[in-house]
Structures are given as C-alpha cells and as structure tokens.
C-alpha cells in the first residue's frame, strides 16, 4: 500500500507569509508525528497526535507553529508569520498503534521549507 | 526518556563489518532500544529493534549486553549504499522516545 505522503515537496515562502504543510499517514495508523530536520542536524520532535487529539504539543518552538488533524487522517502543520530560521526540512511520520514506543514510525519523504 | 550517546561520524571500506555503539546509561526497565537509518534527502526508516541479548534481521544485527546500558548495531559488509546517518532510540511502554539527536553518519567509500 501507499506510504506516508507528504506536500508539497518544497515550498519557498517569504518571511512574514503563513505556510501550510500536509501529511497523509498510513491508511489505519492512529498516531501521527511532525519533526523538523534543519541542514546538518538531527530530528527535532514537533507534535504527536494519537487519533485527532494532540496529547504532546511540547516541541512546537512558538505560538506561530499549530497543526490539526481531521478524520484521524490528514494532517496540517501550520506556520503563521514564517522567519528565515523556520527553514528546514519538514517531516512527517505515522505508526500504527496508539504512540507506543515499540511501534515503528513511518516516514514521508518530507517538505523543504525555505524563507527569504 | 534515557539520553543516548553515539559517534558523531564513522568511516568504513566496502565489503568490511561495521559495528555502531550508542551508550543509554539511564535505560528504563521497559525501554526498548530502535535504530533508524536516513539516507540524504529521505525520512529515517526502522533497521532494528530490540529489548536484550541478540536481534538479527536481513539487515543488520542488535546486540545488547545483560545491564543494557548500550547496544550495538552491526551491519556487515557494508556496500557504498549503506553511507547514511544511523540513530539509536531508547524508549518503551510508558511513553515513546521521540529523541533522534545528531545520529551517527557513516561515510563508506571503495
């Protein structure tokens, strides 16, 4: 079946504007997972959702970062305001159970966010 | 959630067996251990897991001493392919470690 997707696949935006990012998971995964990768570093936990409710917000870094996700599907990750440092990779993953460690996360290809 | 500790960067040869240790000194009784390989440009994608003793699967092997206060992913005779950034996650039942750091990145040249 189908993997995680994710779009666009790069979005150049200008500092100020509003972007929003979307995550298709798994078809039946329940859990749902954004970090962001900026160039040379690790992944940087964002958000966690487990079904539509988002029981770990701890990572978004301001109140300009939100995400939603409807229908235990499709997920928005919006960034209000975009600055050069909201540049990075955008990754979305999904797991099948309800956040268990254990459970395998599955990745998306990402989205490359750059702000002039 | 345990820290883990790996090297930033390894270098290896075609064809030799390269073995990647990550120490998790604070490791919980229900933590299980993960590693994750991301070539460039992709998300990470699940090697291993495992919880002690010995993990093998068709691409690399997990070894986790009796105090599981670090573990080792093996993967042998690696190829050109296998040059990617490997990390080790510790977490378990009681939440889920979301912690990729910096990761290991494996450079393999002929």
């Known amino acids: 079946g189908a993997g995680v997707s994710q779009s666009p696949s790069n979005k150049v935006t200008e500092k100020g504007k509003d972007v929003e990012l979307r995550c298709d998971p798994i078809s039946g995964h329940t859990a749902l997972y954004w970090y962001r990768q900026s160039l040379g570093q690790g992944l940087e936990f964002l958000i966690y959702f487990q079904g539509n409710s988002a029981p770990d917000k701890s990572g978004l870094p301001s109140d300009r970062f939100s995400a939603e996700r409807t229908g235990g599907s499709v997920s928005t990750l919006t960034i209000q305001r975009t600055q050069q440092e909201d540049s990075a990779v955008y990754l979305c993953?999904?797991?099948?159970?309800?956040?268990?460690?254990?459970?395998?996360?599955?990745f998306g290809p990402g989205t490359r966010l750059t702000v002039l | 959630l345990a820290k883990t500790t790996q090297p930033i960067s390894m270098d290896s040869y075609e064809g030799q067996e390269v073995n990647i240790t990550c120490s998790h000194n604070n490791i919980a009784t229900n933590d299980y251990i993960t590693w994750y390989q991301q070539f460039p440009s992709q998300g990470p994608r699940f090697i291993i897991q495992?919880?002690?003793t010995k993990v093998t699967n068709e691409v690399a092997s997990l070894f986790i001493p009796a105090d599981r206060k670090s573990s080792t992913l093996s993967l042998p005779r690696v190829s050109l392919s296998d040059t990617a950034v490997y990390y080790c996650?510790?977490?378990?039942?009681?939440?889920?470690?979301?912690?990729f750091g910096k990761g290991t990145s494996l450079l393999v040249t002929p």
């Open positions: 993953a999904s797991s099948l159970t309800q956040g268990r460690y254990t459970d395998t996360q599955y």
């Open positions: 996650l510790v977490g378990g039942s009681t939440g889920y470690a979301l912690n």
């Open positions: 495992g919880y002690k």
